[in-house]
């Protein structure tokens, strides 16, 4: 049986509820998502419910974290199909702001991480991890919820928001959760949507990608040679391009140079038009 679900999108509305929650003594979980919802996301709802007594899951496509020439105009928006998912699950309230209401016209107010924001992600889409502190401040601050959860999937991110809200003090503990994949070992993204049939095919080649790394890398190859090798073996298998495959420190994002126990191997390439992400650990 769906839940009733409360739907807001005012700040002041989303406040108003969760005082009262606060008030009857109850903890909060918040989602941020971009909608589209897949179980990568469900995933994330799940450990809210099991873990909080109310879950808010937050849609907004947030503008501020798209390049000019990137996907904002065509990323994939069904808000309706969002709502009936999140109410099945127990969502107890969604707060999906307009434009407007998350960016007042004179707003100019950013939030930069620089150093573990500016490499990877961050040296290929500038401006995106602004983008993304800068939204996930505020939503963090207008909620003020006891926890917030966050993928693995973008574990730059889940990093980079760790980074944040310990800089700023905001009392809020970040949870990370395990990467959701399809049978085929693809990381669920609700960018797959975008892969022609030939291209999804392809798509599991970058996760196959970065465990042949890992396993590469307990075997005693160097970190230069299996990069490389990985890098050809996806222009080999139908990927176009291939921005980074890396071994980095799980915590400070800084690329190794020789493997340890704490790395964290991250990776992004292209079929065509559409740009795919994965990690591991
Ligand atoms: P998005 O809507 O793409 O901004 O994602 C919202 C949240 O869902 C982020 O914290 C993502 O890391 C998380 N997420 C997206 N895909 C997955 C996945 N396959 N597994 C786990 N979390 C995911």
Redesign the pocket.
Known sequence: MANKIIIVRTIAELRRHIATWRADGLSVGLV?????L?D??F??VEQSIKTTDRTVTTLFVNPKQFGPHEDLDVYPRDEAADVAALAEKGVHMLFAPSLDEMYAEESVTAISVPGIGDVLEGSFRPGFFTGVATVVAKLLIQALPDRAF?????YQ??RVITRMTEDLDIPVEIVG?????EEDGL????RNAYLSPEERKNAPALGQALQKVKDELAAGTSITATVEAAKASLLNGGFTKVDYIAVCDRNSLEELETPTKEARILGAAWLGKTRLIDNLG
């Open positions: 941020p998502t971009m909608g589209a897949h990568g996301h995933s994330l966050f993928g693995e999937k973008d991110q889940l959760c395990p990467i959701v994949r990381a669920l993204s609700s």
